[in-house]
């Protein structure tokens, strides 16, 4: 049986996102790798095995097309309203809460917010499906 272990990004400025992933997601440096022309930096916290890799491009100056598809990482919380309104106060700029339903029955409630390089995360509130 197959177990994810990781999602990967391509950022531009390493400090600035392992900055972004700590402040806001309480996510840590569990190892980097050093290459001659890229870096890998791991991120994870207790919560889950599952790890952030962040890939640097040593020499890239233009920020990365991210184009039209919509792909996205998400991070379940407890406290929805708690976690945007210190995302805002934190000058993360989340988008609006939304509550997600089908036929009258709640899907999810969540926000996004993007990181330094535009990527968008959805912040989940714990519950339902997403424990």
């Keep these: 049986m197959a177990k994810a272990v990781h999602s990967m990004v391509r950022v531009l400025d390493e400090a600035r996102s392992v900055d972004f992933y ?19 930096v791991y991120l ?34 407890d406290d929805l309203d708690g976690e945007h309104a210190r995302m805002a106060e934190a000058g993360f700029a989340p ?9 009258g029955r709640r899907v999810a409630r969540f926000f996004f917010v993007a990181d330094p390089d535009g990527y968008q995360i959805e912040v989940i509130e714990r519950g339902g499906r997403f424990r």
């Design 22 to 40: 700590s402040r806001a997601f309480g996510l840590a440096v569990s190892d980097r790798i050093e290459f001659e022309s890229f870096t890998l």
């Design 44 to 77: 994870r916290n207790a919560e889950a095995d599952f790890e952030v890799e962040l890939t640097i491009n040593k020499g890239r100056t233009e920020p990365y097309e991210l184009g039209d598809g919509y792909g996205h990482i998400a991070f379940v919380v």
């Design 95 to 103: 988008r609006k809460l939304v509550d997600f339903q089908n036929d």
